[in-house]
């Protein structure tokens, strides 16, 4: 046989494995529901519950957030972060989280989040337009 | 309904708009007129060749005028136009105002367009013979990517995005059917603060330079294989395509200095799609550069060598559609989002594939393709071999960063991997591993044939002397510590370093022109120890170990505490250090937060003393955000950024305001704990929770603002020393009487928490009552922040500086063989 086509298998058979492996570390997209019922690490995208109080005390513990999240089917859950709130969280627009569940609680390792004001800009800049018009009629 | 606008200045944009729409025709024009140019069976007839020419000359021209009017625009705040509105505002200094020019998407592809016209016109000086086919593609480019500027509707649709957009037309918004709406719009949106970076000015023009010069190989090998010229055009192409990988990897390299410096996730490389976007074309051109080179040298390889060419130049098309359709959305937070250009960017992927693979088939059967095997002892074998896996480690990243497009094409709902940052470490360092291998043991081959026994013994000895130094080097690390694949790549790298060392001391006795390899993959290797130990070894220095409230259930949590969080003027022992955030200071609009450290030896002294000034920007439209502040030592770096701090808005940042305003007394009070009294002598010291208060003296005539005195009037102000942690402070507050009524004016001392009243004076025991009000534990100002200390990162920039020389001195020998014709 010839070394390229050897060559050719090896390439081959490692791009399989490759696209095998890369498949098998993917997760899925779960709600809340799903999480209890599993012991892995999966997204949830949904977003913050902004009736609900954020908890972040970092006088008391820096290191501890939390805040109650609605997923995309509507069911709400408390969601833990072992870490500092991140800047304007109050402010996204949505929110994928990772992590998995522990009892009653999410207990997320990733929190990424969209913030309209930052990757749309054209719809925050609406809300200040507006605001300058009534400054207009005074 | 026609409303005459006041104030707008509509002539810069009509000009740009006009350049664009000339931009894009003469784009046109020139790929026509190269195109038959090149075809035309007359060869004496110059008519077409010349159009050509003179076309993408005023294309230059109008890519020139175009980026003008925008620079007038943004540098005279017109912000009629939705771009210098939302981009810039008047506070930006001029040099950012350069950024804030290809903050937006069209900008950027200003600045592509900018630098294929000026990379055009070297081709059109240099290319000879090659120049009609070759710009034919150069212009089509031009053509697609001159097209996403002209934002004009057509059937329906709008094709591009313009950067001459008016704000009124880009927004709906009742204020916009006002002719006086100028007047209200006082000043733009800003820079993302994080945009506010020197290398932001530098990082995007190299970025894209390489961006743009990946043209010119793909361009050649059309040519090449349109014009039959099959084995001519890659000597002819591989000084461009060693020099679209010297620019783009140094554009990668600074963008990647750029988020170490500004921005806080905590590391120098993330594998955020948008960085995986900007790699995988540089990867693959990399391996197109070496199998050219194998083609070069010993006649083998000719297809992968085309193919990667060609395709090294697509995947940056696909990296720009990646990037810029939005369609990452929910896997990245850099990504641009939809402009409207979705379909638009993915013809462009398109027609560029449809030329690789079209003429590819097309020339199939002429294609020079050696049918004799290659020596196994071969340096070519080799080299190819090595080429194949880094394509591999470009298909991993692809794979990978492509799932949102699988899940777009295939209808499917797949998440990324919940941990792709670990994933990418493992899958990238073992091809790492490998490549390194080969890039060391290929030195000691040679083209066509090598005497084995003297190649195993050269390789062996190597390798031997390798493995010792990674030993090594992974016991003083602490490399062990981490997965296996990690040491072995640090093992490959080492080897890398080592053979081409060799082959560098060779070089520099004689054989003078292989020593720009040989440097080139020296920084390389070393690149790649240094990211290993920096990336693998970097520790949070602020673990967090002191008594915090624990809250139920964070125990099984188990995650790393890397938070500190520190009360002003209080220190906290912090690894080796001792740190106290001491202060603010504010140069509008950042906030810096001034950290001390100080490290003391055995006996207590203090063997090293620094401040960093890690900052946030409370930005009305960006939030806050934060950019760290890094000491950096020759072979470690201590890297510090603020996670959390009391600040919210612009407004409230007037830090450091002693106000004793009378009005808000009652509700001031409220910040405090309840006062406490105490009756004192003077030389009495008062004892609170974080140190003392020593009435020192009395001064019978304070200084009382706008206050007349008469006659019958006292004022007494009571000298107060304050020693809080280790500092002192003075204050005085003042106990009046005046016609017959008491007033007492309190001091505060912001940096201790404390307020004092002088509240009263009692005759008959010569005492002096002082109020003290401490401010509650919680209310007083912190800072929560991380540090992070990276070892040895210095020689992943080290590495990369060299990696460039060597690209420098590649590319001067290449076009020195090189005789163009």
Request: hydrophobic letters at 45%.
């Amino acid at each position: 046989m010839k070394k390229s086509s050897i060559l050719g298998i090896v390439v081959i058979a490692i791009a399989i494995a490759v696209i095998i492996s890369t498949y098998s570390n993917t997760s899925t997209y779960g709600s809340f529901h799903d999480a209890e019922k599993t012991q892995d690490e999966l997204h949830i995208v949904g977003h913050l519950n902004k009736g609900k109080q954020l908890y972040y005390e970092p006088t008391k513990d820096a290191n501890y957030f939390s805040f109650y999240m609605l997923d995309n089917k509507g069911e709400e859950c408390k969601v833990v972060f072992t870490g500092t709130k991140p800047q304007d969280f109050e402010r996204s627009e949505q929110i994928v989280l990772t992590g998995q569940m522990r009892g009653k609680e999410f207990h997320a390792s990733k929190i990424l989040m969209k913030c309209p004001s930052k990757y749309t800009q054209d719809k925050i800049e609406t809300t200040e337009a507006t605001a300058t018009t009534k400054q207009a009629n005074i | 309904m026609d409303t005459v606008f006041k104030g707008e200045h509509l002539m810069p944009g009509h000009l740009g708009q006009f350049f664009i729409i000339l931009s894009f025709g003469t784009a046109l024009l020139s790929t026509i007129s190269y195109y038959f140019a090149t075809t035309q069976a007359d060869k004496l007839d110059q008519s077409w060749f010349r159009l050509g020419r003179l076309s993408f000359y005023v294309n230059t021209i109008s890519v020139v005028a175009i980026g003008s009017c925008l620079f007038y625009i943004i540098y005279n705040h017109l912000f009629e136009y939705h771009y210098a509105w939302a981009h810039s505002s008047r506070t930006l200094p001029v040099y950012y105002i350069i950024s804030s020019y290809w903050e937006g998407q069209e900008g950027s592809f200003w600045l592509w367009t900018f630098w294929q016209a000026v990379l055009g016109n070297i081709l059109i000086w240099k290319a000879k013979s090659w120049e009609k086919p070759v710009m034919t593609v150069v212009s089509l480019s031009q053509v697609l990517l001159s097209s996403m500027l002209i934002g004009v509707e057509v059937f329906g649709a709008r094709v591009g995005s313009s950067p001459f957009i008016l704000l009124r037309n880009a927004i709906e918004a009742p204020i916009f059917s006002q002719p006086g709406y100028l007047e209200f719009i006082k000043d733009g949106n800003g820079l993302n603060p994080l945009l506010q970076n020197y290398w932001m000015v530098i990082h995007p023009p190299t970025l894209f330079l390489g961006f743009a010069s990946m043209i010119i190989p793909f361009a050649y090998a059309v040519a090449g294989l349109w014009q039959r010229r099959y084995k001519e055009w890659i000597a002819a192409a591989i000084p461009y395509a060693l020099f679209a990988v010297m620019i783009l990897g140094t554009g990668i390299i600074m963008g990647s200095f750029w988020a170490y410096e500004s921005l806080n996730f905590g590391g120098f490389w993330n594998w955020d799609p948008v960085e995986n976007a900007s790699v995988i074309p540089w990867l693959v051109l990399i391996a197109a550069v070496h199998v050219m080179i194998v083609y070069k040298n010993s006649g083998h390889s000719y297809f992968t060598a085309t193919l990667l060419t060609l395709l090294s130049f697509v995947l940056v098309l696909y990296a720009s559609f990646m990037t810029r359709s939005g369609i990452l959305g929910e896997t990245s937070v850099h990504a641009f989002t939809d402009l409207g250009m979705f379909w638009h960017l993915v013809i462009d992927v398109l027609v560029f594939f449809a030329i690789m693979v079209g003429l590819l088939i097309w020339r199939w059967k002429e294609l020079p393709i050696n049918k004799k095997e290659e020596e196994t002892y071969s340096r070519e074998f080799w080299m190819f071999v090595g080429s194949a896996f880094l394509g591999l480690s470009c298909l991993q990243l692809v794979v990978v960063t492509s799932i949102p497009v699988w899940n777009a094409m295939f209808k499917t709902h797949i998440a990324p991997p919940t941990n792709p940052i670990t994933l990418y470490n493992i899958f990238q360092a073992g091809f790492a591993f490998v490549v390194t291998l080969f890039m060391g043991f290929t030195q000691f081959l040679k083209y066509k044939k090598t005497d084995t026994t003297r190649f195993f013994i050269t390789t062996l000895v190597y390798m031997v002397v390798s493995a010792l130094v990674t030993g090594l080097i992974i016991y003083i690390t602490g490399l062990y510590k981490l997965k296996f694949v990690f040491m072995l790549a640090m093992f490959g790298a080492v080897y890398g370093v080592l053979a081409n060392s060799k082959i560098l001391s060779e070089a520099l006795k004689g054989k003078i022109k292989l020593a720009g390899s040989a440097v080139a993959h020296i920084g390389f290797a070393l690149l790649l120890v240094g990211a290993l130990i920096a990336a693998g070894t970097s520790k949070v220095v602020s673990q967090n170990e002191t008594g915090v409230i624990q809250v139920k259930g964070f125990e099984k949590a188990g995650d790393a505490r890397e938070n500190i969080m520190l009360y002003k003027n209080q220190p906290v022992q912090m690894g080796d250090y001792k740190v106290t955030y001491i202060g603010d200071s504010l140069v509008a609009p950042n906030h810096y937060f001034k950290v001390d450290y100080k490290r003391y030896d055995a006996a207590g002294k203090v063997t090293e003393h620094f401040i960093l000034k890690p900052n946030s920007q409370a930005n009305a439209k960006f939030g806050l955000v934060s950019s760290p502040d890094t000491k950096h030592y020759l072979l470690h770096d201590l890297y510090t950024h603020i996670t959390a701090a009391p600040i919210k808005e612009e407004e409230n940042m007037t830090a450091g305001t002693t106000g004793d305003s009378h009005e808000h007394e009652a509700n001031d009070d409220k910040n405090y704990e309840p006062p406490v009294p105490y009756q004192v002598a003077v030389g009495d010291t008062i004892r609170y929770r974080e140190g003392y208060v020593i009435l020192r003296s009395l001064n019978k005539q304070p200084k009382l603002q706008n206050i007349p005195l008469t006659g019958n009037d006292v004022a007494v102000g009571a000298v107060l020393e304050i020693v809080s942690h280790d500092i002192k402070y003075t204050a005085e507050p003042v106990f009046m009487i005046k016609g017959g009524n008491s007033f007492d004016f309190p001091r505060k001392v912001d940096d201790a928490g404390l307020k004092l009243r002088f509240s009263k004076i009692i005759p008959q025991e010569n005492k002096f009552e002082i109020t003290l009000y401490q401010q509650p534990e919680r209310s007083k100002a912190y800072i929560v922040m991380r540090a992070i200390n990276f070892p040895y990162i210095n020689f992943f920039w080290a590495g990369t500086i060299i990696m460039v020389i060597g690209f420098v001195m590649s590319i001067f020998r290449r076009s020195k063989e090189l005789k163009v014709v």
